[in-house]
Nanobody, 126 residues
Framework: QVQLLESGGGLVQAVGSLILSCAASGRTSSTFAMAWFRQAPGMECVFVAV????????DYADSVKGRFTISRPNGKSTVYLQMNSLKTEDTAVYYC???????????????????WGQGTQVTVSS
């Protein structure tokens, strides 16, 4: 089992920045990848970014590419999401997710992930 705990959400003005953290505990050595998803009110939960444990490769949703950066410094169990140039449309609950084993389908599908955090609210005001 892996437990995920997000932190760092809050209220920020547009064009501002925020850093989210996801602390993983438990059998973290079994995680192949960690990702961030987000869910805006009345919308589906959608992929934001992913980082793969072994090689550290990353992928981003087009909507955040160039503004958000996912990182896992020194291969530790905490993953960060640096969010810059925030827009009002970035307002959502942000969830951290972890994948055990290799992906069997596209990495941006929520169904690919085995563990989820409780979420942290990010609100961007105009």
């Amino acid at each position: 089992q892996v437990q995920l705990l997000e932190s760092g959400g809050g209220l920020v003005q547009a064009v501002g920045s925020l850093i989210l953290s996801c602390a993983a505990s438990g059998r973290t050595s079994s995680t192949f990848a960690m990702a961030w998803f987000r869910q805006a009110p009345g919308m589906e939960c959608v992929f934001v970014a992913v980082i793969r444990r072994a090689e550290g490769s990353t992928d981003y949703a087009d909507s955040v590419k160039g503004r958000f950066t996912i990182s896992r410094p020194n291969g530790k169990s905490t993953v960060y999401l640096q969010m810059n140039s925030l827009k009002t449309e970035d307002t959502a609950v942000y969830y951290c997710a972890a994948k055990s084993g290799l992906f069997t389908d596209y990495y941006y599908y929520t169904s690919q992930y085995d563990y989820w955090g409780q979420g942290t609210q990010v609100t961007v005001s105009s």
